[in-house]
């Protein structure tokens, strides 16, 4: 599986695209984060494809449980939306992502 390790504002988070994955996130979640046996983070953020918005993005902490929102979760995405292999996305000078609270611009 191929993931991304990246901080932001003092909290660090293993990345993962999941368009094309199933996967009990909440156990990945608490395997990965472990700073001991697994990479270790604060984190696991996991960026899916939406119907209503860019991208769809799921955040579970190190304990496994879901989060609704998380403004430095979100910092680190935004930079790899931005990268060039997302050119569609990258391409507008604004993006919407969908997280429990709904769609945010």
């Not at 953020?45 to 860019?54: G, Q, R, T």
């Not at 979100?74 to 507008?92: F, G, H, K, Y």
Request: hydrophobic residues 40%; glycine residues 8%.
């Amino acid at each position: 599986m191929k993931f991304t390790k990246m901080q932001g504002a003092g909290n660090d988070f293993v990345v993962i695209d999941a368009k094309n994955n199933r996967r009990n996130w909440k156990e990945l979640a608490i395997k990965m984060c472990d700073r001991h046996y697994g990479i270790g983070a604060d984190g696991l953020l996991v960026y899916l494809p939406s119907k209503v918005a860019d991208f769809k993005m799921r955040i579970f902490n190190a304990d496994g449980s879901e989060s609704a929102v998380c403004g430095n979760g979100l910092r680190c995405l935004s930079v790899i939306i931005s990268m060039p292999i997302n050119t569609e996305i990258m391409l507008r000078l604004s993006w919407k992502h969908r997280s429990d609270y709904g769609p945010q611009r």
